[in-house]
């Protein structure tokens, strides 16, 4: 679907045509819950995500902008979504301990796991929030490559056919991307945060 359809079905969304929003649906829905399930690792909670992702879709679909493609906002809200599922899932995670007290009784303690800890969601949710600001920072096309291959978890194959582009012309534009946004996060003290993705399993980078 070319980006001149989807602006085309948008438009008759925001008109009132609710059943123009079903080819974005069927366009995008595999991406969308390959995303999930590579943020939440499992099949149900990536299910979930999806449905959810694309429930807000609809429902903020004004708040579109065209300023990049319909895909590459979707993929961010995608994002978002399951972050926060991941926070409701284990919010209350621990791991259960068995102490004797002093009538020699067996009783389980709750001891609270650390790495869902308030502390560390919130150290993790700066550094997201950093690259994000990062990412923003960049020229509409750097934007746009990045979050595809970042955070949709795109192979070079995949961006070539999502941006029309050709697949050498895919691979100098992520690393100028990729530069541009190590410059950026060095600027703000957060380089570290940011490591670009692997090729996934079964695949290799080439361009």
Same mark, same amino acid.
Request: hydrophobic content about 35%; some cysteine; aromatic content about 6%.
């Given at each position: ?83 926060? *599922? ?72 995949? *961006? ?13 534009? *992520? ?5 541009? *946004? ?26």
């Amino acid at each position: 679907m070319t980006q001149e359809e989807e602006s085309a079905l948008i438009r008759r969304v925001l008109a009132g045509d609710t059943d123009a929003f079903e080819p974005l649906v069927v366009e995008h829905q595999t991406r969308v819950y390959r995303l999930a399930l590579r943020l939440t690792g499992n099949e149900a909670d990536a299910a979930d995500a999806a449905q959810e992702a694309f429930i807000k879709a609809y429902t903020s679909l004004a708040s579109f902008r065209g300023e990049s493609r319909f895909s590459v906002w979707l993929y961010r809200l995608t994002n978002n979504v399951c972050i926060d *599922l991941l926070r409701r899932n284990r919010r209350e995670a621990a791991v259960p301990l068995q102490s004797e007290n002093e009538d020699g009784e067996t009783a389980a303690l709750e001891i609270p796991d650390e790495t869902f800890s308030p502390e560390r969601l919130a150290e993790r949710a700066a550094d997201r929030e950093a690259v994000r600001r990062a990412i923003a920072s960049l020229p509409p096309d750097c934007r746009e490559i990045l979050t595809l291959r970042e955070i949709g978890g795109l192979r070079y194959d995949e *961006l070539a056919e999502t941006l029309h582009l050709e697949p050498g012309t895919v691979r100098s534009r *992520l690393n100028r991307a990729r530069k541009r *946004l190590a410059d950026a996060l060095l600027r703000s003290g957060n380089f570290s945060e940011f490591e670009p993705s692997k090729e996934r399993k079964g695949g290799a980078e080439h361009g």
